[in-house]
Nanobody
Framework: VQLQAYGGGLVQAGGSLRLTCAAS????????VGWFRQAPGKERAFVAS????????YYANSVKGRCTISRDNAGNTVYLQMNSLKPEDTAVYYC?????????????????WGQGTQVTVSS
């Protein structure tokens, strides 16, 4: 499955963004989807994930309470709503598909990756 993440941009601290992960080539309705981010000089880190039914949602402690992950399987789309953004949220955000439908927080568990979208939060 091919994934494309978009919706990033420049926002002031305290602002909001909604990231979108769109799938093509093959439906990902049986896959969990995760969002990860990578800041300059740092490793790629887990942000949130959602199982195919939407019944399982998992968040990193750093974004819990500020981010909401959701999905529209009919539209082959997963969203990440980010509120109360902080400068430390600045990173390239990636979405990825987990074919085992677990929604792991580990990068190596994901099979297909999108190209990333830049999020920059100014103070």
């Amino acid at each position: 499955v091919q994934l494309q993440a978009y919706g990033g941009g420049l926002v002031q601290a305290g602002g909001s963004l909604r990231l979108t992960c769109a799938a093509s080539g093959r439906t990902f309705s049986n896959y969990a989807v995760g969002w990860f981010r990578q800041a300059p000089g740092k490793e790629r880190a887990f942000v949130a994930s959602i199982t195919w039914s939407g019944g399982g949602k998992y968040y990193a402690n750093s974004v819990k309470g500020r981010c909401t992950i959701s999905r529209d399987n009919a539209g082959n789309t997963v969203y990440l709503q980010m509120n109360s953004l902080k400068p430390e949220d600045t990173a390239v955000y990636y979405c990825a598909a987990d074919r085992t439908n677990v929604g792991y927080s580990t990068v190596s568990r994901y099979d297909d990756w999108g190209q990333g979208t830049q999020v920059t939060v100014s103070s």
